[in-house]
Structure formats: C-alpha cells, structure tokens
T-cell receptor, first 112, second 110 residues
Framework: KAGVTQTPRYLIKTRGQQVTLSCSPI?????VSWYQQTPGQGLQFLFE???????NKGNFPGRFSGRQFSNSRSEMNVSTLELGDSALYLC???????????FGQGTRLTVV | GQQVMQIPQYQHVQEGEDFTTYCNSS?????IQWYKQRPGGHPVFLIQ?????EVKKQKRLTFQFGEAKKNSSLHITATQTTDVGTYFC??????????FGAGTILRVKS
C-alpha cells in the first residue's frame, strides 16, 4: 500500500510570506501528526489530528496552524514566516496517536 | 522542553564495536517506540515495547524496556556501516501525542 506522501518536497520562501504544506496519510489511518525537525531541536511535536479534530497541539506560536479533511488528508500552514522556521517538516500517520507512526519524506522549508 | 531524555547525543564507533543509546522518561510510559533515521531520510519505525522489563531482538539489535516503564535502551552488537543514522526513542505523552527523544547520532568508522 502507498506510504505517507508529503508535498512539496522542497520550498523556499521569503520572510513574511506564508506557506501551506500537504500530507496524505496511509489509507485507513485517521491520526495525522506534524513535527518540525531542526538540527539543534530534534523532532518537535506541532499538532495531531484525528477525524478532522485537532486533539493536541505542541508549544508553537499561533502562526502555525493545521487542519484535516474528511479523507484524512492534512495541511499545515505557517504564516508570517521567520528565518527560524527553516526546518524539515514531517508528517506521520498512524491508526492511533500513540502507536507505530509512519513518516512521510518531509518538506524541507527554507526561509530567506 | 524534552520530556523524553536520550543519551548520548553522538557516538562514533569503529566498525565491529557495540553501540548503546539510552532513553529516560520522567513519567511512566504506556509504551516506548524506537525509530531510525538515515542521513537525508525520514524516521522509520523499528519496534514498540509495551510490557515492563520487556526485551526484544531484531538480528543485532536488542531493545529493552525498564521495569518501571520509564527507561529503555537500544543496543547494537558489532556495528556495521549500514547502522549509520540517528536513533530516536519516542513515548506517548499527554494523550494523542508522541514525544521523541533528541536522538543519538551514530557514526561508524570502517
């Protein structure tokens, strides 16, 4: 079966712009989580969605938001981009939020 | 901050040497998971431990879950160059959230 698909793979944006990243989970998985990965901070939890509801949110500013659609696909949005938002953004899908997570290849965001 | 502590941060070993990474949680975990991320890749699930004191093996990899379900370890016997990457532990925290340790970067010198 198809894995987790994230688009786009690479993105370059300018400070102040906004960006939307997309994640298509494995078929049947309703839990989708987003993580930010940077060299110094490891994998930081952004938020988790299940059946279109955000059930948990990490310690990130309100500029980071997300949503999940009825087909379980998820998007995350970052507004008013800052240089520090440059990172690899990973999406993971699973049957439940606390079990085996399947990661997509990530979106590499560079803010200049 | 990190609620799941992982050490060491880096480990350089000679090919054939053993490697161990340790994971500690301040609270009891319902399960602990281990992931491997190759350079330039994404995290890939290795294993999940659920029971207190559980030990599982995958070829040269041995995973342990502590009796109090607050710590875990991953031990690799006789490392190979294919073992290179970052190893993460992760545990469920605060409901509907998987918290990852900072990871241990393993480099193997051949």
């Amino acid at each position: 079966k198809a894995g987790v698909t994230q688009t786009p793979r690479y993105l370059i944006k300018t400070r102040g712009q906004q960006v939307t990243l997309s994640c298509s989970p494995i078929s049947g998985h309703r839990s989708v989580s987003w993580y930010q990965q940077t060299p110094g901070q490891g994998l930081q939890f952004l938020f988790e969605y299940f059946s279109e509801t955000q059930r948990n949110k990490g310690n990130f500013p309100g500029r980071f938001s997300g949503r999940q659609f009825s087909n379980s696909r998820s998007e995350m949005n970052v507004s008013t981009l800052e240089l520090g938002d440059s990172a690899l953004y990973l999406c993971a899908s699973s049957w439940t939020a606390d079990t085996e997570a399947f990661f997509g290849q990530g979106t590499r965001l560079t803010v200049v | 901050g990190q609620q799941v502590m992982q050490i060491p941060q880096y480990q350089h070993v000679q090919e054939g040497e053993d490697f161990t990474t340790y994971c500690n949680s301040s609270t009891t975990l319902s399960n602990i998971q281990w992931y491997k991320q190759r350079p330039g890749g994404h995290p890939v699930f290795l294993i999940q431990l659920v029971k207190s004191g559980e030990v599982k093996k995958q070829k040269r990899l041995t995973f342990q879950f502590g009796e109090a379900k607050k710590n875990s370890s991953l031990h690799i016997t006789a490392t190979q160059t294919t073992d290179v990457g970052t190893y993460f532990c992760a545990g469920p925290k605060g409901g509907n959230k998987l918290v990852f340790g900072a990871g241990t970067i393993l480099r193997v010198k051949s």
